[in-house]
């Protein structure tokens, strides 16, 4: 069974690779290359695989899910620019992408136990973009 | 890995109705849907692509060329038509939304290599809402 909850956060980012000139940074990322930054209110839904509890009834305590997705990932990246106060933002470009395999590191070890694991984090950078990660397993297909 | 996915719209007009089949079967079968002449919805699509992130650039795909891919393949022939009289693939094929999943996935797969050469990503799903409850999905391996 899988079960998934949504937390959001409001955060400005650019999307600029240190290690390239302005003009390929220009080329790549376009608007979102914009030097002095610019925002998103970001969606991110957590989503946990795992069997119900015989005695709960329940594969995480939702309201535990809910401090644990405050704490790590709303705490954090609330209201902040992320290149700038988000690590590993300042060395690793905020993409989509670059955002959920954070959000996956961040929040993989307080929720995999023996009954339960850390399935898909979706991250909407907008409601028509969205990136689901699933953990580093390679691409094979 | 990563599937990333982005979501598009367009308007278009359809009706169904199998010719093979009487009139009568043909309003019994699809009802509403067989209204002589035809209507319309606004289909709201998902395409979705999976991959790893590119070292460098820190994304799956560039959505500017994704973006190019379906405006020509799908967006630019099918916003503002008439599916049955104005897209070939209709011609004899009834425009239900499980066919014009296949037909979108099709247009999408046969051309992807012109926008991504490379190994990475790949087309993985699409997805289309003919009205905010009815929603087809269809995988891209599942099209030959």
């Given amino acids: ?141 | 890995m990563y599937h990333i996915t982005r979501r598009y719209g367009f308007a278009a007009s359809h009706r169904l109705h199998a010719r093979q089949l009487g009139a009568e079967e043909n309003r019994r079968l699809y009802g509403k849907c067989n209204n002589p002449y035809g209507h319309g919805h606004n289909y709201v699509i998902e395409v979705s692509a999976r991959g790893p992130a590119d070292e460098r650039t820190g994304r799956v795909l560039d959505t500017g060329r994704l973006d190019q891919l379906v405006r020509n393949q799908v967006l630019t022939p099918f916003d503002h038509r008439n599916l049955n009289a104005e897209v070939g693939a209709f011609h004899d094929v009834v425009p239900t939304s499980e066919n014009l999943a296949i037909e979108i996935c099709r247009r999408l797969k046969t051309n992807w290599s012109t926008v991504f050469p490379g190994e990475w990503p790949k087309l993985h799903k699409i997805r289309i809402a003919e009205t905010e409850r009815n929603i087809f999905e269809i995988e891209a391996d599942e099209i030959q």
């Fill in chain 1, 1 to 141: 069974m899988v079960i998934t909850r949504k937390v959001e956060f409001s955060a400005s980012h650019i999307c600029r690779n240190p290690q390239l000139s302005d003009e390929e940074n220009r080329e790549l990322f376009g608007l979102a290359a914009n030097p002095h930054g610019h925002g998103h209110n970001y969606v991110v839904e957590v989503s946990l695989q795992g069997d119900p509890h015989p005695l709960t009834g329940m594969v995480l305590d939702l309201k535990e899910l809910k401090e644990i997705l405050n704490r790590e990932i709303v705490a954090p990246y609330d209201h902040r620019f992320l290149n700038y106060e988000v690590p590993p933002f300042d060395k690793v470009v905020p993409t989509t992408e670059n955002i959920a395999r954070d959000i996956w590191q961040r929040l993989e070890p307080h929720l995999t136990s023996a009954d339960r694991h850390l399935y898909s984090v979706r991250v909407y950078e907008t409601p028509d973009l969205y990136v689901d990660y699933y953990g580093e397993q390679p691409c094979t297909t």
